[in-house]
């Protein structure tokens, strides 16, 4: 993907999707079992095409999370900030590119006071679906365990998207 097509790589996103998630209860401990929600989300571009801002709305968890992406042109790179009402504050970026329609998002955090790694993918894309994952492993250590996954299905509306930003 060349940089100008990865500035665009999430435009497929735009709009409103019916989502379902399916959520480890524990992390990192062993936890086998697993919570279903379905929820909505909307995503639209901000910043003149380099950003954007998605919120998904879980109603049987009385929640809300958004997603910050913002691509950097320079580094040829989108950096991924979530947060959610449930801690209210930006969780460590996660940083990545799409290469062959499979996006791949790596990072850093702490959990229960121990350094972990994140990994998230966007895969399963199309007009009117799209599939992330999402996985933590100690730090260093490759030992990853899925946490979390999302189906979006039936894109009701689509976003103008506006001229994109251009470097100096």
């Known amino acids: 993907m060349t940089s100008s097509t990865q500035s665009s790589a999430f435009d497929f996103l735009h709009g409103s999707w019916a989502v379902e998630h399916a959520l480890r209860r524990g992390r990192l401990d062993?936890?086998?079992?697993?919570?279903?929600l379905h929820g909505r989300a909307v995503c639209a571009p901000i910043l003149a095409g380099v950003g954007q801002l998605?919120?998904?709305?879980?109603?049987?968890?009385?929640?809300?999370?958004?997603t910050l992406r913002l691509y950097d042109e320079q580094a040829d790179c989108w950096r991924l900030h979530w947060s959610s009402s449930?801690?209210?504050?930006?969780?460590p970026p996660l940083e990545?590119?799409?290469?062959?329609g499979v996006g791949t998002f790596l990072g850093h955090d702490v959990l229960r006071g121990q350094p972990?790694?994140?990994?998230?993918?966007?895969?399963?894309?199309?007009a009117d679906h799209a599939r992330?994952?999402?996985?933590?492993?100690?730090?260093?250590?490759?030992?990853w365990e899925p946490?979390?996954?999302c189906g979006s299905r039936g894109r009701r509306t689509?976003?103008?998207r506006p001229p994109r930003a251009r470097s100096t």
Not at 116 to 126: A, E, H, N, R
Not at 132 to 143: D, E, I, K, N, V
């Open 116 to 126: 972990i790694d994140v990994g998230f993918t966007w895969d399963g894309i199309g």
């Open 30 to 36: 062993g936890t086998a079992r697993w919570d279903t």
């Open 132 to 143: 992330w994952t999402q996985a933590f492993a100690p730090a260093g250590s490759g030992r």
């Open 86 to 91: 449930d801690a209210a504050r930006l969780d």
């Open 96 to 100: 990545g590119r799409f290469v062959d």
């Open 158 to 160: 689509t976003q103008h």
């Open 54 to 66: 998605d919120q998904i709305w879980l109603p049987h968890r009385m929640a809300v999370g958004a």
């Open 147 to 149: 946490t979390g996954s």
